[in-house]
């Protein structure tokens, strides 16, 4: 999984090499599948948000309404 990510994560992209800890696999928390290699910064995004589809569309509306 780490090579066939090239080591970044899915996410943000961001390679294993430019962050203090390791890459954690996400998993589904309903299913217990396993599903990517991501940062801590995404990896508890997701998790403070409950992996909730419509709270972070809602949060890409309000960066896109208040974009500089």
Not at 11 to 39: F, P
Request: glycine residues 4%.
């Amino acid at each position: 999984m780490f090579d066939d990510q090239e080591g970044k994560c899915f996410i943000c992209k961001t390679h294993q090499s430019n962050l203090k800890k390791k890459l954690a696999v996400d998993h589904d928390h309903k299913t217990g599948k396993i599903r990517k290699l991501l940062c801590c910064k995404c990896n508890r995004t997701l998790g403070y948000l409950y992996e909730d589809i419509d709270t972070l569309k809602n949060m890409i509306k309000y960066l896109e309404i208040h974009e500089l």
